[in-house]
């Protein structure tokens, strides 16, 4: 490939294309990293109102660290994906504990460490965060491989292994190692997984005339999926392991005056999903959601993970006394807001609230 053109275009199409983002507009590795955590399975225009509300809270990695878990993880609640935020808290916590054995950093100075290797040791970090966050704010020669740079660089490279296998993993990081401009790493990094997020996507369709937007592209002229029609194909994917159907049944009881109801929930202790959030009184069982006598109310909602296919019902109970259950505490159906729950319970919960009869709930 000729690189000296592939970089001439591709950075053009950026100066045109970019979208503004905040993170975009800071060297700050903390603030960065904060942006990557957020966007990890997460859309731009909702995570960019997460990032603002945590900055505004947290300006500094010293004082996320102060803050308790529970207070970050409701900060992050509806974004799913809690470890992202568990780890987040951790590692701020490490870095600022690590900082006066450095020996080089003051409070109120930027803590966040400085080499790939450091930041790859964070929580939460894996190789592809590690990379952003070095090229982006320390323009590092590090590659940030992404879902969209593994499509553009299946096609470009005409590549039908599945990037996802460990060779394949092997394969595409020796392609990008070639590729990546070593004199502009954060303007590579940013253009490429710019370009593979708005230009070069799944479908490779123009959302306005629906033409293929092949024919048009800045990079055909390197592109070997282009030239060899195989461009839509790609990239491949290795099978997806079969899910795990799981039933949930959520029991809200609820007891006490209008206006004054309690309720009972636990904390989530076990090596599982959603560890450390709370939850309702919870029965699991094998063969499907369960119905409850003398329920008046109730939703269910399915859910799909990674690995796992959640059916869950969650049902209202009105009792004159609270059942005494172990390991979970009663409390003011009020007091909700300060118990950090995910983001399938606060959808219940909405659902539940929008019903008549069921208010204050
Ligand atoms: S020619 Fe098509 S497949 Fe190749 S890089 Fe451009 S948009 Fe992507």
């Not at 053009?12 to 399975?41: A, F």
């Not at 461009?231 to 006490?256: C, E, Q, W």
């Amino acid at each position: 490939m000729n690189l000296a053109y592939f970089y001439r275009q591709l950075y053009q199409w950026w100066e045109h294309n970019k979208r503004e983002l905040p993170w975009r507009e800071t060297e700050d590795g903390y603030r960065i990293w904060l942006s990557e955590i957020i966007l990890q399975q997460t859309r731009v225009q909702q995570g960019m109102e997460y990032y603002h509300r945590f900055i505004e809270r947290w300006p500094t990695v010293a004082d996320l660290a102060k803050a308790g878990e529970q207070e970050v993880l409701r900060e992050w609640q509806g974004l799913g994906y809690y470890s992202r935020a568990r780890n987040l808290h951790k590692a701020a916590r490490q870095i600022v504990e690590s900082a006066p054995r450095q020996g080089t950093k003051a409070e109120g100075q930027s803590l966040f460490p400085r080499t790939f290797e450091e930041i790859r040791a964070l929580p939460g970090v894996g190789d592809y965060t590690a990379g952003a966050i070095a090229s982006f704010a320390y323009n590092m020669p590090y590659p940030a491989i992404d879902g969209n740079v593994y499509r553009v660089v299946a096609r470009l490279k005409d590549c039908a292994e599945p990037f996802d296998s460990s060779s394949g993993k092997k394969l595409f990081h020796r392609y990008i190692d070639e590729m990546l401009d070593r004199t502009n790493p954060r303007l590579f990094n940013s253009a490429i997984m710019e370009f593979g997020a708005l230009y070069c996507t799944p479908s490779l369709t123009d959302s306005e005339t629906g033409a293929c937007v092949c024919e048009r592209c800045v990079i055909k002229e390197v592109c070997k999926g282009y030239a060899h029609h195989t461009a839509g194909l790609l990239p491949v994917r290795k099978p997806r392991p079969t899910l795990r159907d799981r039933y949930l049944n959520y029991r809200i009881y609820l007891s006490g005056e209008k206006g004054e109801l309690h309720t009972l929930i636990h904390q989530r202790k076990e090596k599982d999903i959603w560890q450390h959030l709370w939850e309702f009184v919870l029965e699991e069982s094998e063969q499907g959601v369960l119905p409850v006598k003398g329920q008046t109310r109730f939703v269910d909602i399915n859910h799909v993970l990674s690995h796992q296919r959640l059916h869950t019902r969650f049902s209202v109970l009105y009792v004159e006394q609270l059942p005494s259950i172990e390991g979970y505490r009663a409390v003011p159906l009020a007091s909700l807001d300060e118990y950090g729950m995910s983001r399938l319970t606060l959808k219940a919960l909405d659902q539940l609230r929008a019903t008549a009869g069921l208010r204050p709930l």
